[in-house]
């Protein structure tokens, strides 16, 4: 008697919708994710505002800028101009009026310092004569009794051949408009003044001119 073939096993297929469908993962987190929108692109002008800020809130907009600026202190002594080693970007700046003065205007000259950490910040409320002298804007500046008075110089470089008479006009206007309002100086400091704890004042910046110390 002969024994029976054994039959091979069938292979069962599973149905179509059974098979785990392949995912292309990449394509899949990107349809899930919400569409993004790139941040809008600030203007040069937005930010040489928001790094200003961060010295003094006060300002509100810039007027004017000169894209190199040094400044000079006046000797008494030796009657010539004394480099200070600052220099950079200058700009003329609005602020916002004091609490209770909304009247009354606020403007300075802020040359942000590209040689070191002190900056240069002339209230123009304080400065009791400007002029345009050749190449410099020069600044008198009001002291204490007693004090001979300070004066300032701050040279242009001419990247354009009206870029320092441009200036010097929006300066000059700036400074009439605080004069007449009488508006008082008063001390501020933002964020980047605070972490650098102390500021260069114009008291220091004659003094290192005429060699008799550093701000630290």
Known sequence: ??????????HTRQPSNRIPAISDYESDAVAMQPAYEPPPLRTNTELNLSVLQR???????ILSIAANAVIYTFSHATQEW???GVEGTMFVSAQLPLPGEEQRPRACVFVLNRRGLDNVIVDLATV???????????????????EEEKVLGVWIHNDRDDTRDANWTVIEESWRATRAAGTVEQPEAGPAMQAMGRTLTLSDLFARANGQGTAN
């Open 55 to 61: 010295y003094l809130p006060s300002i509100s907009s």
């Open 1 to 10: 008697m002969s024994r029976a073939t054994p039959r091979k096993p069938r």
């Open 128 to 146: 009791s004569h400007a002029v345009l002298d050749g190449e410099l804007i020069i600044f008198k500046l009001e002291g204490q009794r007693g």
């Open 82 to 84: 004394d480099k200070t």
